[in-house]
């Protein structure tokens, strides 16, 4: 049975930084790919950045290039999203998912056959 433990949310003041981690049970994550997704109230869940550890490769949304760097631990079967000037409108529900074949099409839902419960981050201003 997979899942997926999600883990490091919380509330932090504008420019302040915050890990996120997500530990991957049941399955080693290579050689698919885990990524992280986000929602805020009242709008879409878009994707935040992908990681694919045999590739290598990664992808991230362009509101987060250069402030929020996904990594993967293989010893620990977690991959981290280590997320530095965070801004209010970072504030969502953070959410884990795994074992998508490639990013080649970019983060796509449909990809992810595995999901999170969701963590909360919250940016104040």
């Known amino acids: 049975q997979v899942q997926l433990m999600e883990s490091g949310g919380g509330s932090v003041q504008a420019g302040g930084s915050l890990r996120l981690s997500c530990e991957v049970k049941g399955y080693t994550i290579s050689p698919f790919c885990v990524g992280w997704f986000r929602q805020a109230p009242g709008t879409e869940r878009e994707g935040v950045a992908g990681?694919?550890?045999?590739?290598?490769?990664?992808s991230y949304a362009d509101s987060v290039k250069g402030r929020f760097t996904i990594s993967h631990d293989a010893a620990e079967n977690t991959v981290y999203l280590q997320m530095n000037n965070l801004k209010p409108e970072d504030t969502a529900v953070y959410y884990c998912a795994a074992e998508a074949p490639d990013l080649d099409y970019g983060l796509r839902e449909d990809d992810f056959p595995y999901w999170g419960q969701g963590t909360r981050v919250t940016v104040s201003s």
């Open positions: 990681i694919c550890p045999d590739r290598p490769s990664t």
